[in-house]
């Protein structure tokens, strides 16, 4: 599958998927989802393959990407991916990477130095990777002259020295190495639910797949867009809402978060601008007779 940054356009923003990886999921599909069903895969069979299901393998196709936002004069990135050189020993995925995501940025003309800001949904590992980067030895921000934007509840609760819990629970290594060295440089902006990054972009609470997952609200010229994190991972979610993935936190919180989302979506005309998506990535939200139904939508350059 070709690798190209795709961009979308919501009024006067500009919207760039950055690829970090994209491939099948390392996990059977009843772990991943773990009240996967079968039948709902099996509706949609005609159109999931080969960009959201690889049927040789039985197992989902994702995306690991961020999205650059161009909007009134500020550069904005969306996630920050899983990062290289990290280490993830729970995660074949995302164990100690080297990829080409910095160089795929550049591509579509952004240095790390031209960020604005940088926005996390949430604070699993496949988000903050690329916050930082490893440099003699130490993990510095990639980013360096970017405000960090991260939930105050997220980080109340990834953060062992506020939450106890925490140190023993080997993901909190993603906040060790990808989001406390950003605090530490003076970076971090941590904020709640309703606060308005731009006056056109909002964030808005979404708890669930974590604590404090939030999302960010796009209103611009007419036009709306919403950033969903990990609110929804995969496509066929659009019509099984009820499905739970494997990493929520709190699966009952983010099944009514995912049901929010869906409805908003279909009923302002919001595109939706997933982080796993496979291609075309990006989804028009519809009412259907059955619930919801998704229509994907090309970039325009």
């Avoid at 069979?45 to 960009?51: F, N, Q, S």
């Avoid at 969306?78 to 995925?93: F, L, T």
């Avoid at 989001?179 to 731009?198: K, M």
Wanted: proline letters at 6%; hydrophobic letters at 40%; a negative charge.
């Amino acid at each position: 599958m070709t690798i190209k940054a795709t961009t979308w356009k919501v009024g006067a923003a500009t919207i760039t998927r950055i690829e970090e990886q994209l491939g099948v999921t390392d996990r059977p599909l009843d772990k991943y989802f773990p009240n996967f069903e079968r039948d709902v895969l099996n509706r949609h069979l005609d159109w999931i393959a080969p960009h959201h299901y690889d049927p040789q393998r039985d197992r989902f196709v994702t995306s690991i990407h961020s999205w650059l936002v161009r909007l009134n004069g500020l550069t904005i990135l969306i996630d920050a991916c899983g990062g290289n050189h990290k280490e993830r020993p729970w995660s074949r995925r995302f164990h100690q990477l080297n990829t080409p995501y910095l160089s795929r940025l550049r591509a579509a003309g952004c240095e790390p130095e031209d960020v604005d800001m940088v926005l996390c949904t949430h604070m699993h590992a496949d988000h903050v990777g690329w916050n930082t980067q490893l440099l003699d030895g130490r993990w510095v921000p990639t980013f360096p002259k970017a405000k960090y934007l991260f939930s105050r509840t997220d980080d109340a609760f990834w953060d062992k020295r506020k939450n106890p819990a925490m140190a023993t629970d080997e993901r909190h290594m993603a906040y060790e190495d990808s989001v406390l060295p950003v605090v530490q440089s003076g970076q971090a902006v941590l904020v709640d639910d309703g606060y308005d990054v731009t006056p056109r972009l909002s964030v808005e609470a979404a708890p669930g797949h974590s604590p404090g997952h939030v999302i960010f609200k796009l209103a611009e010229e007419g036009q709306r867009a919403v950033f969903c994190g990990d609110v929804i991972h995969h496509v066929l979610q659009v019509y099984a809402p009820h499905w739970t993935h494997m990493a929520d936190e709190w699966p009952a919180d983010a099944v009514k978060s995912r049901r929010r989302l869906l409805e908003s979506c279909a009923t302002n005309n919001a595109l939706l601008f997933p982080i796993h998506f496979g291609a075309p990535h990006v989804v028009n939200i519809e009412h259907g007779p059955q619930g919801f139904s998704a229509r994907f939508v090309q970039g325009v350059i």
